[in-house]
């Protein structure tokens, strides 16, 4: 038995874990890297794998940086099995169509402004598809095993989004787990993650390995910062991920708005995914903390605007108001639009609600950066830059490490760190280290584990 680690290793995107035995071959997520350049270019590198020989695909969960590059490999050729849990099933058939959609308009624009090095940039893969690749997936519930060749699976919860799991693996008598991203056990939204079951082997995400979570209230701060905006005359914009994050935003800014620590300003969901993605919601109250009013509350929070014509109205409405878009870390989508219009306006708020990734516009702004590049333009930043924390779906070092001990590991279980940073897998080894009895270590990119 053996595991290549062909991405979300020393670093948080990416993730790609191959495990193999003599007869059977698995991948236990299938993701794009995403942030820096030169890591996005391994997207378009080959896969040192041979997909005729894959046997199947095991999905933790629906984000893009586990599970957007099931279409490459749908179009190379792949047919096999791609299984997840009922909702991540739902989920993907929205982002992978999404993801698709974007990269044909960016290849377009490109195009048009010979922006590229190409004469005709080409996108990894168009909607048509992601839609097609939508076909592979076959749904399971939690705690329902399923076996392909050697290996026998199940999912169990990880509460980090709708369908998130963790994937215990049984093979030639061991029994390894895959964490997936691990959700916080006081998520606003999401249900705690149960614990782990005895393992020989667990592969641990580590986003939040150096960092912990504020304990200041998030209703709090929120309130703040559009209350600030509004004193200035301004708009609150948010990028957002479509999935949970903007979900939740919805919901606090409403609860806010009833309690009167808010005025009654209007509220845009300006993101076809994510309208779509909160209805998604409604089907899984097991999942998640919201009762069905409170479902309702959040899906009447915001004003919906699908069209581009009413996306592109927004940039003439008054002011003040709040506008809720993808992407989350500002690497495109609507948001970028509405960058290019009220970045370089004083009373305007970028406020950002989740993690970026090193290398992404919403990582360099959150640095300070003067100004961003849009659309082959450099946009100056005039307008304030906040981080709402504590809205973060991913457990940090101290919660993983409190996860970890409720559940049956034994002394002396085996660790790969992945999905992090190297500071922050670096940090998390050593927390580990010294408060456990674990064999902790970090996962290598491209390195081969042998168990």
Excluded at 97 to 111: N, P, R
Excluded at 248 to 273: G, H, K, T
Excluded at 389 to 417: C, F, K, M, N, V
């Amino acid at each position: 038995m053996r595991i290549t680690f062909l991405g979300g290793a020393e670093t948080v995107t990416g993730s790609k874990f191959l495990m193999e035995t003599d007869h059977s071959r698995v991948l236990v997520d299938c993701g794009l890297f995403q942030g820096y350049k030169w890591l996005r270019r391994r997207n378009r590198e080959p896969l040192p794998l041979d997909i005729d020989n894959l046997d199947a695909i095991v999905l933790t969960h629906a984000h893009l940086d586990h599970s957007g590059y099931i279409p490459v490999l749908y179009k190379a050729g792949y047919r096999g099995p791609v299984f997840t849990h009922h909702a991540s099933r739902e989920l993907c058939a929205i982002l992978l169509a999404d993801s698709g959609h974007l990269q044909e308009e960016e290849a377009d624009y490109l195009g048009r402004h010979k922006l590229s090095r190409h004469e005709k940039p080409e996108p990894l893969y168009d909607r048509a598809m992601a839609e097609a690749s939508m076909a592979l997936f076959q749904s399971v519930a939690y705690r329902e095993t399923f076996a392909v060749g050697d290996f026998q699976f199940h999912l169990q919860s990880a509460g980090h989004i709708l369908g998130s799991a963790s994937v215990i693996i049984e093979v030639e008598g061991k029994r390894i787990g895959v964490s997936g991203d691990v959700g916080r056990p006081h998520d606003l939204f999401m249900n705690p993650p149960p614990p782990l079951p005895e393992l020989d082997l667990l592969l641990l995400e580590s986003t939040y390995g150096n960092r912990r979570h504020p304990d200041e209230d998030p209703y709090g701060e929120l309130a703040r910062i559009v209350n600030d905006t509004i004193n200035r005359g301004g708009n609150v914009l948010i990028p957002s991920f479509a999935v949970g994050r903007a979900q939740v935003l919805q919901y606090m800014l409403a609860r806010l708005i009833r309690e009167q620590r808010i005025p009654e300003i209007p509220i845009y969901l300006d993101s076809p995914m994510a309208i779509d993605v909160s209805g998604i919601y409604w089907n899984y109250p097991d999942q998640h903390r919201l009762s069905e009013q409170e479902c309702h509350e959040m899906a009447s929070a915001a004003i919906y605007t699908r069209s581009v014509d009413e996306s592109k109205a927004l940039t003439n409405q008054a002011f003040p108001h709040v506008v809720i878009a993808g992407s989350g870390m500002a690497t495109g989508g609507r948001i970028l639009h509405h960058f290019k219009e009220h970045l370089g306006d004083p009373r305007t708020t970028v406020l950002f609600a989740g993690y970026q990734a090193g290398g992404t516009r919403g990582a360099k702004m959150m640095a300070g950066a003067e100004a961003v590049k849009i659309h082959g333009s450099w946009i100056p930043i005039k307008a304030r830059i906040e981080m709402l924390d504590g809205l973060s779906a991913h457990a940090d070092y101290a919660e993983l490490e409190r996860w970890l001990a409720a559940s049956d590991l034994r002394p002396g279980t085996a660790i790969q760190l992945v999905h992090g940073e190297p500071e922050s897998s670096e940090t998390m080894r050593d927390y580990l280290r010294q408060r456990t009895r674990f064999e902790v270590d970090i996962a290598g990119y491209r390195t081969i584990l042998r168990l």
